[in-house]
């Protein structure tokens, strides 16, 4: 057995942390343009819909079918450096397109590969550090992943007046270049048995036994789970994803906070600065929340999170003021902060090692569908009852969800 330097635990999390950024600026630069493109080439919001529909549908069964893969083969860094490499070959070609149903084919790539790294990056980082460093690893990959989502817009901005929305695209080559370089060059592959040494209090690092052998079953999980497809879980995981699912139905779609923005007279002009705070706040608090997260409850912490959400649909439901919607859009970002790493910290942590990536799969299956739904369910109740309905409706479901969350007892670390 090889023992790995206390740095290459650290130098893996900067790594995945440096090709996230990378890759969301890429992505981000094209996505804030499409939909005036798609006007551009007489294309319309149907076939945006359908578009956006597909591809995020391909990429919820693509990551179930890559938490499976991710946790029968020995080497993932392929898995993950392929899958960045398929999205950024493709999203450039946005550049040459002629019609709708091109566009299509290059989202359903860009999906299709997003949701086959997904499941098996986010298992490498829980093999990189230990149940003790896992909100602060994965809070600070979502924080450079938010802050390439700042970065990208403010790129789009800078190219669009220059070379119009075709040099946008051809410019995400770049970002998307280095990304893939920095995958390639920068992540390691670590193999875990499940013994952890000379951990380092209040860093990201642990020294890391690695070898070939499968790694340890814990919480009951038999090795006999790294045969199926639905693997048997303890029941600590399947009351998480029970609650997460039940809280996605009332998280509809983001745009709907911008509908509702201009709905009480924001111009659509400064829907983009909206989007700017929010991102602001998301890209500060997430690696502060994560590594909070590590000394405290997960549980208690999401939960914290889903009451922000709460608070933050009532406000968009009584839109009291214009300086409350844009004060209450910042404060939107401390919800993606204390959830969104600190939920999948919990998860991998109450699963065993040789289920993580399935469990991974099924938490994200489950979440991407039920949202999607949960955008239909806001459409259905704003056309029929107004636009402050859907908002209660979140709000109502975020604070049962809340409490829910409360109920459940975080899993001792290990």
Known sequence: MENLPPQSTPRNIYAFGLTSFLNDTASEMAYWVLPAFLASIGAGPAQLGIIEGIAESV??????????VSDKVAHRKPIVVGGYFVANAVKPLLALVSSWWQILGIRFSDR??????????????????DNTNLGSAYGLIQAMD??????????????????????VFASAAIPGALCVIVAWLGIREVHRTGTITDVKAGGLGSNIERSDAPARPMNG????????????????????LAVVTLFSLGNSSDMFLVLRAGNIGIPTSQAPLLGLV???????????????????????????GYFVFAIVYLVFALAPSHLAIWLTMAFYGLFYALTNAVLKALIVESVGMDVRGRALGIYAFFTSVTTLLSSVIAGALWKVYGPAVPFYFSAGIATFSAIALLAHRSPARE
């Open 112 to 129: 299709l590969a997003k949701g086959v790294r997904g499941t098996a990056r986010d298992v490498m980082v829980a093999e990189s550090v």
């Open 221 to 240: 999980v038999s090795a006999s789970a790294k045969t199926e497809w639905l693997p048997k879980l303890p029941g600590g995981f399947y009351y998480v």
């Open 146 to 167: 938010s802050a390439g989502a700042i970065a990208g817009p403010l790129l789009a901005l800078a190219v669009i007046g220059r070379f119009g929305m075709r040099g």
């Open 278 to 304: 929010f991102n602001i706040m998301y890209t500060l608090l997430s690696w502060p929340a994560g590594k909070f997260s590590d000394r405290f409850s997960r549980s208690a912490i999401a939960a914290a």
């Open 59 to 68: 990429a919820s069964f693509a990551k179930l079918f890559s938490g499976y």
